[in-house]
């Protein structure tokens, strides 16, 4: 399966922003997809996952409340919504997809074979 992320840019503080997240050789709904965040300097984080049955969705603690990850297996993409944006979000925003049969998606990079390119977010202030 091959990820293609898309929909960063330049925003402003306060800005809402829809990233999407687009699989394609294999349908989206047999994987386990999400979203992680990597900040200059900084080590790649955990935003948010999707179950590939049910489509449960799961959140780091930071991202409850300004996060919604939502998906459309008919179009092969999941989405992250992000609202209240502020400049400690500037980011380069990856996707990713695993098959783990139970439990949750998965909280680790270690944890997702699959990545997309990484879609850049930066918030002005």
């Known amino acids: 399966v091959q990820l293609q992320a898309s929909g960063g840019g330049l925003v402003q503080a306060g800005d809402s922003l829809r990233l999407s997240c687009t699989t394609s050789?294999?349908?989206?709904?047999?994987?386990?997809m999400g979203w992680f965040r990597q900040a200059p300097g900084k080590e790649r984080e955990f935003v948010g996952g999707?179950?590939?049955?049910?489509?449960?969705?799961y959140y780091s603690d930071s991202a409850k409340g300004r996060f919604t990850i939502s998906r459309d297996n008919a179009k092969n993409t999941m989405y992250l919504l992000v609202n209240s944006l502020s400049p400690e979000d500037t980011a380069v925003y990856y996707c990713?997809?695993?098959?783990?049969?139970?439990?949750?998606?998965?909280?680790?990079?270690?944890?997702?074979?699959?990545w997309g390119q990484g879609t850049l977010v930066t918030v002005s202030s």
């Open positions: 050789g294999r349908s989206s709904r047999d994987y386990n």
């Open positions: 999707s179950r590939k049955r049910g489509g449960n969705t």
């Open positions: 990713a997809a695993n098959q783990r049969p139970t439990g949750t998606p998965g909280y680790n990079i270690y944890e997702y074979p699959y």
